[in-house]
């Protein structure tokens, strides 16, 4: 990666101008119309990874196919939940709350169990932030996420220093509908997204971007066995997110749009600045640079750049600016339109 310059002031009024420049462009308000939160961009294919990407841990491993279930088969839905790279760390990210989610499925008709589990291919830092190479104009992102289906469930795992436990019973015929559509949703929806962001910590505050991650595949995946019949336990359940406070986003532009031959130069270094100093460091005292570069531009100056949908969003950042929270999300009631066959 390109090292980013210090956060300083020489570059900041032609930005606030551009800036400007932009909402007197688009109108009053920069966004006027815009749905909030922004839809998340779906896809008709996955597109095959760049070589340059690659992942310290591989993706999915011991994968499998999903298997078709017996229509009469009735299958228990655990939720699972343990801390983030627990395998490493241990139980250590488990009192900051950092949680990884996922589904089990256990067949009453053949005794298997199998895990459903959606994560990043390239590891969390580089779906966050992108890479500045010298022989690319505009920041290299290496992201997507995606579905992993396998058989067997590590109980240990999960139930040492988290959560298995029972959500739903349903059959075979419902579990066979759900993989259909997990193969769908793993298709179409192919990045990652860490952030959620909002206008403010309170619970009626405007969401301006949803997160898309383990915790938002589990979520839908409850939301589609919903759709389908299923009737879920009444138990509290709690997710990990992590989130970015600001004022209403104002949009940008794209890759071509911003970095492009005839795109605007000030923004595309300002963009490049802002993500230089969150790439890896090699030493402590390499890290404490950068942490108070970032520092300097998202808690004194208030700014942040956000890549969503393939385009890119400033945020006029505001307290608390960034707050990892664990909250309960209940789990769905059950579509009376449909009937669990």
């Not at 007197?24 to 896809?43: E, H, I, M, N």
């Not at 009626?204 to 949803?210: I, K, L, N, P, R």
């Not at 997110?241 to 071509?256: A, D, R």
């Amino acid at each position: 990666m390109l090292r980013g310059g210090p956060c300083g002031a020489h570059w900041r009024p032609a930005l606030a101008l551009a800036l400007l420049g932009l909402a007197t462009t688009l109108g009053a308000s920069p966004t006027s119309g815009q749905r909030w939160p922004v839809p998340y961009k779906r896809f008709s294919f996955r597109p095959k990874t760049d070589p340059y990407c690659q992942a310290k841990y591989i993706f999915c491993p011991t994968g499998s196919p999903i298997p078709v279930m017996k229509d009469n088969d009735v299958i228990e839905v655990l939720r699972l939940q343990a801390p983030i790279w627990e395998f490493k760390y241990g139980d250590l990210l488990g009192h900051f709350k950092l949680m990884h989610d996922a589904v089990g499925f256990r067949s009453t008709l053949t005794g298997k169990n199998y895990t459903i589990e959606w994560y990043e291919l390239f590891q969390l830092g580089n779906c966050t932030f992108p890479h500045l190479r010298p022989d690319k104009s505009a920041p290299f992102w290496c992201n997507q996420g995606a579905a992993c289906f396998f058989e067997g469930i590590d109980d240990k795992h999960w139930k040492e220093n988290g959560t298995l436990s029972l959500v739903a019973t349903i059959s075979g015929n419902t579990f066979n509908k759900v993989a259909e559509w997990v193969k769908q949703d793993n298709e179409t929806g192919i990045y990652y997204e860490t952030w959620t962001v909002r206008a403010g910590p309170g619970q009626g505050a405007q969401t301006w971007f949803e997160s898309y991650d383990c915790s938002n595949f589990v979520l839908r995946t409850y939301k589609k066995l919903a759709e389908f019949g299923t009737e879920f336990k009444k138990i509290e359940t709690n997710y990990t997110k992590i989130f970015l406070y600001s004022g209403e986003p104002i949009y940008l532009g794209n890759e071509t749009s911003i970095f492009g031959p005839k795109g605007n130069k000030t923004l595309a270094l300002a963009i490049k600045k802002f993500y230089g100093p969150f790439k890896p460091y090699l030493s402590t005292k390499d890290f404490l640079l950068n942490f108070l570069k970032i520092f300097d531009t998202v808690i004194i100056h208030r700014e942040f750049y956000l890549f969503y949908n393939f385009e890119y969003w400033f945020l006029p950042m505001k307290p608390p600016f960034v707050k990892i929270t664990y909250e309960e999300t209940p789990l769905p009631t059950r579509h009376t339109t449909f009937t669990d066959l």
